[in-house]
């Protein structure tokens, strides 16, 4: 999906460093946590409305916090 801000911090900044790939944590009333190996599935289920916006934004914004956290950490 073109011109997504956070698909793009998805995929060039989330899973590059993830290894484990990334987990969309939701409340069980609208369907649980869903955990995804690779960026392309992530797209996919976001395109295919199978996800909530504001999960993926929340989602981002928590790895990016951890991705981030030494940096803060040295800076400090």
């Known amino acids: 999906m073109e011109n997504n801000p956070v698909l793009a911090i ?44 504001m999960d993926l934004k929340k989602a981002c914004a928590e790895y990016m916090n951890e991705i981030l956290a030494p940096v803060r950490e040295t800076m400090g």
């Open 10 to 53: 998805c995929k060039y900044h989330v899973f590059p460093r993830c290894e484990d790939g990334m987990t969309i944590h939701r409340p069980e009333k609208f369907g649980g946590d869903v955990s995804y190996a690779s960026y392309e599935a992530l797209e996919a289920d976001f395109v295919a409305g199978a996800m909530h916006p």
